[in-house]
């Protein structure tokens, strides 16, 4: 089961919106709704920001959405403020033996 | 709201097992809704899905580590662990649990607890 594609890094300044994607395939991204977006700042524990491509747990503000299409999902952060400065990594639900799988992540700078 | 904690050796020698628990508080290990699953993030680099275990006793690993890793768990004293053999220096990481929530038509990782960094060194 190979990590999910992820651009290494995606830049914008503030008030930009920016898309990260990410890429599997039709056993994991393409097959099922079950890809996630995490964000992680440094020292820190990820935080769920997006379940099932483009549910948002509560508390999670709505400049963050998420959508797929085929075998690429795409978080999406509108309105880009620098808090939003992070690591963030998809992930998926897969049918491989391994049952879950890890975008490669993806740095997110705020110019 | 759940919540999980790691524990365990923060050093491990070289060619040893590392052995690491995770608590989980505020719901039941027991639960039909849940994966118990462990991650690991080496120094500046991504997250690994190391594998995870249902409470009957079905479990889930990466093919990579499959040959080493054991993971189990306890629903007497709602915790589950990981153990994970002959380790090297390339297993120095910390180490996540989280809850992979998994029932009506979703499933992703709701809970993490908060990392704890193993270094493997003589």
């Known amino acids: 089961q190979s990590a999910l594609t992820q651009p290494a890094s995606v830049s914008g300044s503030p008030g930009q919106s920016i898309t990260i994607s990410c890429t599997g395939t039709?056993?994991?991204?393409?097959?099922?709704?079950?890809v996630s977006w995490y964000q992680q700042h440094p020292g820190k524990a990820p935080k769920l920001m997006i379940s099932?491509?483009?549910n948002r747990p509560s508390g999670i503000s709505n400049r963050f959405s998420g959508s797929k299409s085929g075998n690429t999902a795409s978080l999406t952060i509108s309105g880009l403020q620098a808090e939003d400065e992070a690591d963030y990594y998809c992930?998926?639900?897969?049918?491989?033996?391994?049952?879950?799988?890890f975008g490669t992540g993806t740095k997110v700078t705020v110019l | 709201q759940l919540q999980l904690q790691e524990s365990g050796p923060g050093l491990v020698k070289p060619s040893e097992t590392l052995s690491l628990t995770c608590s989980v508080s505020?719901?039941?290990?027991?639960?039909?809704?849940?994966?118990w699953g462990w991650i690991r993030q080496p120094p500046g680099k991504g997250l690994e899905w190391i594998g995870s275990?249902?409470?009957?006793?079905?479990?889930h690993y990466s093919p990579s580590l499959k040959s080493r890793v054991t993971i189990f768990v306890d629903t007497s004293q709602n915790h589950f662990s990981l153990r994970l053999s002959s380790v090297t220096a390339a297993d120095t990481a910390v180490y996540y649990c989280?809850?992979?929530?998994?029932?009506?038509?979703?499933?992703?990782?709701?809970?993490w607890g908060q990392g704890t960094l193993v270094t493997v060194s003589s």
């Open positions: 989280a809850s992979l929530y998994c029932s009506g038509g979703r499933c992703h990782l709701d809970y």
């Open positions: 505020g719901g039941s290990i027991s639960s039909t809704s849940y994966y």
């Open positions: 275990m249902y409470y009957s006793g079905n479990t």
């Open positions: 039709s056993s994991d991204v393409g097959g099922y709704d079950y």
């Open positions: 099932d491509v483009s």
């Open positions: 992930s998926s639900y897969t049918s491989s033996s391994t049952l879950y799988v």
